[in-house]
């Protein structure tokens, strides 16, 4: 069963940092990526990375989140610096394989002012 587990949330003052990472149980996976879902507001994209490379932002975070992949671990890891309140929320690691997207159970990140 895959499975993606994710670990580094919790609770920063703004304009500090966290790490997040996603353990994926298998190596087949060909895109990870990050979402994020704020209470009553809808899941959105964070970032994600391409196995080939790639890697997209949401504009919210340019400049302030970094995505990369270590393939020797099976982890994805989101960088997260200069954090803001409106970075409040549940994070989601997610991992594709064959058409298939597979989800983590999430971890919370919250944003102090």
């Known amino acids: 069963q895959v499975q993606l587990v994710e670990s580094g949330g919790g609770l920063v003052q703004a304009g500090g940092f966290l790490k997040l990472s996603c353990v994926v149980s298998e190596s087949t996976f060909n895109a990870a990526g990050w979402y994020r879902q704020a209470p009553g507001k809808q899941r959105e994209l964070v970032a994600a990375?391409?196995?080939?490379?790639?890697?997209n932002y949401a504009d919210s975070v340019k400049g302030r989140f970094t995505i990369s992949r270590d393939k020797a671990k099976n982890t994805v890891s989101l960088q997260m610096n200069s954090l803001k309140p409106e970075d409040t929320a549940v994070y989601f690691c997610?991992?594709?394989?064959?058409?298939?997207?597979?989800w983590g159970q999430g971890t919370q990140v919250t944003v102090s002012s």
């Open positions: 990375v391409k196995f080939g490379g790639t890697t």
């Open positions: 997610y991992g594709d394989r064959a058409y298939v997207r597979y």
